[in-house]
């Protein structure tokens, strides 16, 4: 048996790089996390107004370059997309509604384990049960539709928006006092590493993940369905490494209590990551393969991705975001909602005979 896999080398990596980037500046536990990226990217472009959660953050610029130069040296840039357009972009809504809620997408659950974080569990665990009822759904026919063959041009327009990104992050332009773009100066979104090693570190991961297939959520599907650990040695190899690298950097913290940026509402850490399992399942993988598959062109991802920006804007601007002080009020209800929307997704959906 190989223990060098590509999975094993990219969940290594992942595992290696995210605790360096918090070492050098990143929030805590949170080096490399795709949700919350996301949502700092979208307050940084003005689509929520918390002061302290916008910035650009080049990681998620570097992953898509490194995912589509790693595509483009395999001849795997092959743009697609057509699939249940408007399901995909209500899928990544309630995916990011669920991360938001636990404080971390499936990436960033496992970096809070590998920091000593306790109360990654019961949100790892309900990110196992959403991909159970994801495998219940498919083995009863579920299915989103085929995806057709686009043109490289089609592939290759939300490439355009993430350099776009690049340059107002680079340039820090701003479109006049209290206008995009916003740049935190104090919080989580003003806690940065350098943008270059930011940046470097993205376009690493995004080469090693493009060529692995890595996925958390396919990781537990496919040991669940088949036995077959390929892809989950490579999560097992990110929770290793990422323990040793923070216990060698000083920054593992073996607990339940004052973890950085979690809460322990256990019931809803396991509720908001079943949805997030679940909707993963159903739209073809976590965030950090949709971003993968933006750069090989996939325009179904893109969908996906944007819904989880319009699930970031109104997390925040509807006060649903939890936060280290607990869950709000109103967000068991979204979470719950989401939950009734994928029982309707998974249900009414099926592959033509």
């Known amino acids: 048996m190989k223990i060098f896999t590509w999975p094993v080398v990219a969940g290594a990596a992942l595992g290696i790089v995210a605790p360096l980037l918090t070492y050098s500046g990143n929030p805590g536990n949170m080096g490399f996390c795709a949700a919350c990226f996301i949502r700092d990217t979208t307050g940084a472009v003005g689509l929520h107004k918390v002061a302290t959660l916008q910035y650009i953050r080049p990681e ?35 995916a990011m509604l669920g991360a938001l809620t636990f404080l ?63 340059l107002l992050l680079l340039t820090k332009f701003s479109f006049g ?20 090693l930011s940046l470097g570190a993205g376009g690493v991961l995004g080469v090693l993940m493009q060529r692995s297939r890595f996925c958390s959520i396919g990781a537990f599907r496919n040991f669940i369905l088949s036995r077959d650990s390929h892809l989950l040695n490579g999560v097992i190899a990110l ?22 940026i979690a809460h322990n509402d256990y019931i809803w850490n396991f509720c908001s990551m079943a949805l997030c399992g679940l909707c993963f399942s159903l739209a073809g993988g976590c965030p950090g393969k949709q971003l993968v598959h933006l750069g090989e062109g ?29 869950v709000p009020t109103f967000t068991p209800f979204a979470v719950i909602l989401g939950l009734l929307f994928c029982a309707y997704v998974g249900f009414s959906n099926k592959s033509a005979a």
């Open 60 to 94: 998620l610029i570097g992953l898509v370059f490194g995912a589509l130069a790693s595509a483009f040296f395999t001849k795997e840039f092959r743009p697609r997309g057509g699939s249940a357009p408007v399901t995909r972009i209500a899928l990544g809504f309630f």
């Open 104 to 166: 971390g997408c499936p990436w960033r659950a496992f970096l809070r384990l590998g920091g000593g974080d306790l109360t990654s569990i019961a949100g790892i665990l309900g990110l196992i049960a959403g991909v159970v009822v994801g495998i219940f759904f498919f083995k009863r026919g579920f299915s989103l539709g085929k995806s057709a063959e686009q043109s490289t041009s089609s592939g290759l327009v939300a490439i355009f928006i993430v350099i776009g990104l690049f």
């Open 177 to 196: 006092e209290n206008l995009a773009i916003f740049f935190s100066e104090k919080g989580p979104g003003s806690m940065r590493a350098d943008m270059w």
């Open 239 to 260: 929770v290793i490494f990422a323990t040793v690298t923070n216990l060698a950097l000083g920054q593992f913290n073996f607990g339940v209590e004052q973890q950085p």
């Open 298 to 326: 996939n325009n179904d991802s893109a969908l996906f991705l944007l819904g989880m920006v319009l699930g970031a804007a109104t997390a925040h601007n509807f006060g649903l975001a939890a936060s280290p002080a607990g």
